[in-house]
């Protein structure tokens, strides 16, 4: 994953989505201090962007390992992912849930969106008290009612540490939950 590539436009994500979607999470783990959606130059290399600080000042699990590991990479991962979506949901940028909308996607945060494949990599350690994470969405496909998504994703800190993996998320997408636009208003009375 490059992330050092060029964007045509930073747009930082809004606190308040950040509080909504970072809500389930018990306060020791909510690891995003806040995000940043990039819009690459070319295709090629992803569909969309979103870069994020991180601080893991204490492990939820287990005793302090004294590096990122594999539990906070599958969390930090979760933690990314769901605000890109909320973000592309709320600004209507992902095609494949352009019938979406915030108070439906928050519903189903949880239950609806699955990891079917999930590998990760690490190459150096990273200091869990300050680092970054970047995700891609490479591929966005639905069929019937199940949207794909295809990621990529790096973990990295500013002394070399570096771990990256490759996720792909299966978002149920059940027609007979949507709710109608028309009837938005009533559901966020």
């Not at 979103?50 to 492990?59: G, L, N, R, V, Y």
Request: charge should be negative.
């Amino acid at each position: 994953m490059d992330i050092n590539q060029k964007f045509t436009k930073v747009d930082d994500v809004s606190q308040d989505l950040l509080d909504i979607f970072l809500e389930p999470y018990k306060e020791n783990c909510k690891y995003l201090q806040k995000a940043q959606v990039q819009y690459p130059q070319t295709s090629h290399q992803g569909l969309w962007f979103i870069k994020a600080d991180f601080s893991i000042p204490e492990s939820c699990y287990i005793n302090d390992t004294g590096h990122f590991n594999s539990v906070e990479f599958n969390i930090c991962y979760n933690q990314l992912c769901y605000i890109l979506v909320a973000y592309l949901v709320e600004n209507k940028l992902l095609e494949v849930m352009k019938d979406w909308d915030l108070e439906l996607y928050r519903r189903r945060q949880l239950s609806d969106c699955l990891i079917v494949r999930f590998s990760s990599m690490f190459k150096k350690p990273i200091n869990s008290q300050s680092f970054q994470g970047t995700l891609s969405i490479n591929k966005a496909s639905a069929r019937s009612e199940i949207i794909m998504l295809k990621t990529s994703c790096a973990f990295y800190d500013n002394k070399g540490g570096w771990s990256q993996g490759d996720v792909t998320i299966a978002i149920l997408n059940r027609k007979s939950e949507q709710i109608p636009h028309g009837d938005r208003e009533s559901v966020l009375a």
